[in-house]
């Protein structure tokens, strides 16, 4: 959801998941080894991220309670 909090199972929560999980499902949204989203949504956001983005995305989600 817009709040970043999920909106259940399809959409999981982003908050307090580990910052390595966020940053490994990013990356294989980015390099086509995650393909589940139908319309491709994730994978062509994430194909736009640098590695830098990555790391500042996933350490923001990843510290949050």
Do not use: C, H
Request: net charge negative; glycine share 10%; no cysteine.
């Amino acid at each position: 959801g817009m709040d970043a909090r999920g909106a259940g199972p399809l959409m999981p929560g982003l908050f307090a998941q580990p910052s390595a999980y966020i940053a490994a499902q990013l990356n294989a949204f980015r390099g086509n080894q995650r393909a589940n989203d139908d319309q491709g949504e994730m994978r062509s956001f994430a194909s736009r991220l640098s590695d830098s983005d990555v790391a500042s995305l996933a350490d923001y989600y990843g510290l949050r309670p």
